[in-house]
């Protein structure tokens, strides 16, 4: 059967309106071995539920049993499609559950383990999805449900009077960012001894090297995201724009680490091995896919300030993203902690902020900006004492103080899906704080507890995600040359 063009399946999917997802074709006699492979899967999505060890780091799709989805994939849902792009289409999203499986795979206790055929499996897997594809209107449904549900409960918010009680979270925000914005403005006041944590492979990489890299980034084709570029180009990549983390030091809670989980299952640090854990993101910018260079440092708790501090709790950390323009320079800064709290902007001057809305959603909060910066340029990244907050940023190289720590290696974020860190829901349990008791009423599901990639819900009032592709562009316009 053809591949009808993208114009005919939303004419489809107006009809289809909210049917129920097709069902799986069953298997006639003649296709034992579907029947077979259909079991096979079952079985080890079951063993995989059992277990707890689901990967929560792409949304399954309806109707579909061996393709997953996040939301830069999902973005190219309803673009203009040929047979050849519908193609690439599931083929991104069968990656994404090949990639899902491999990490449950590991995670399931060994005797499991031992049971399942790696190979088998995943040629089971396609031959299951050969089979979902021709179901009636399949082509149809999957494009309507390749969607990620944002991590945002209708019901809590329901519950909590959000329309209501929205306004009191709004202004706890604004205060939040009037006090970020005069932190920056105030001279730097340390609690203990600055440490200044350099990447250990930092080096410099020609510009030209860079922009070549960028260039095939740019270039790729997203569905499936293989970039043109090979993984020693890339890990230069990281290497070349790996920040400078100037941690304000006063106890052994802002020495940073490699988290894991202690044989009582407590969540912690090892400060005798600092790494930063890299990961390659996507973002829709200005008529382009524009790589982003994402870094996370972990520490082992935010100690209270105070008896009953909600804040409090173990793990903490600082998620770090560097937005590269078409030409391999920064284009735009931002952060997070790996709670998805405490979401800051730092623009280059090659953009512009948009005007604010009017509305108490939060907007972009921009507490400084950096001038234009040339391809290569790294930064230095001030990090408060205690609450791991951004307090500064500066292009190196650069004449502000601090002892020389630990140099710190880069480590893809991957392992850390196979430590035994997140649970099903993407949570790392044991990192829990008080707040959740309060901010319940913004549906974000125990706030300010640790997530993996894929699972940061960034504003209390409003919606937002980290990885969401057109972020950028939400808040940004490109300056004037």
């Not at 909210?18 to 579907?34: F, H, L, T, V, W």
């Not at 009636?136 to 494009?143: D, M």
């Not at 995201?225 to 920040?243: G, K, M, S, T, V």
Request: aromatic residues 8%; neutral net charge; hydrophobic residues 45%.
């Amino acid at each position: 059967m053809s591949i009808p063009r993208v114009s005919s399946l939303f004419a489809l999917a107006a009809l289809a309106g909210c049917a129920a997802a097709p069902p799986a074709p069953e298997p006639d006699a003649s296709s034992a071995a579907d029947l077979a492979c259909a079991r096979q899967v079952e079985a080890f999505d079951a063993a995989v539920a059992a277990a707890g060890v689901a990967d929560a780091g792409y949304a399954r799709v309806e109707g579909f049993r061996t393709l997953r989805v996040d939301r830069l994939v999902s973005s190219f849902a309803y673009a203009p499609m040929d047979a050849a792009r519908f193609g690439n289409f599931v083929a991104a999203m069968r990656a994404l559950d090949r990639d899902a499986r491999t990490v449950e795979l590991a995670n399931l206790p060994d005797a499991a383990r031992a049971r399942v055929d790696a190979s088998a499996l995943d040629a089971c897997a396609e031959r299951v999805l050969a089979r979902d594809l021709a179901a009636q209107n399949a082509r149809v449904w999957l494009i309507k449900s390749a969607v990620v549900p944002d991590d945002y409960r209708e019901s809590w918010r329901a519950l909590g009077f959000y329309p209501l009680t929205g306004f009191g979270l709004a202004a706890g925000v604004a205060m939040y960012e009037r006090e970020t914005r005069a932190a920056f403005a105030a001279p730097a006041a340390a609690r203990g001894t600055v440490v200044v944590h350099r990447p250990a492979a930092a080096s410099a990489v020609p510009p030209d090297a860079i922009r070549r890299t960028v260039a095939a980034l740019v270039a790729a084709e997203p569905l499936p995201p293989q970039p043109r570029a090979d993984a020693a180009a890339i890990a230069a990549l990281f290497a070349a724009y790996a920040p400078e983390f100037a941690v304000d030091t006063a106890s052994d809670d802002d020495r940073p680490g490699r988290p894991h989980r202690r044989a009582d299952g407590v969540p912690d640090v090892d400060p005798a091995t600092p790494i930063v854990y890299t990961h390659l993101a996507w973002t829709r910018f200005d008529g382009a896919l524009l790589p982003q260079l994402v870094y996370t440092i972990w520490f082992a708790q935010r100690p209270p300030a105070f008896a009953g501090d909600p804040l409090a709790g173990r793990l903490d950390g600082l998620v770090w993203r560097v937005t590269l323009d078409r030409d391999g320079a920064p284009l735009l800064f931002d952060t997070i902690h790996p709670c998805g709290c405490y979401h800051q902007f730092v623009p280059t001057a090659r953009l512009v902020a948009k005007p604010r809305e009017p509305t108490v959603e939060e907007q972009a909060l921009i507490a400084t900006t950096l001038p234009e910066l040339a391809t290569g340029t790294r930064v230095r990244v001030d990090v408060a004492s205690r609450t791991h907050y951004l307090r500064g940023v500066m292009p190196l190289p650069g004449s502000a103080p601090g002892a020389r720590g630990p140099a710190y290696a880069l480590e893809r974020d991957d392992v850390l899906r196979t430590a035994k860190l997140y649970g099903p829901d993407g949570i790392v349990a044991g990192t829990e704080r008080p707040e959740r008791l309060a901010l319940w009423i913004s549906g974000i599901e125990s706030a300010g507890a640790m997530r993996q990639w894929g699972r940061h819900a960034t504003a209390f009032v409003g919606r937002r995600h980290f990885d969401e592709p057109h972020l950028v562009e939400r808040y940004f316009t490109r300056a004037a040359p």
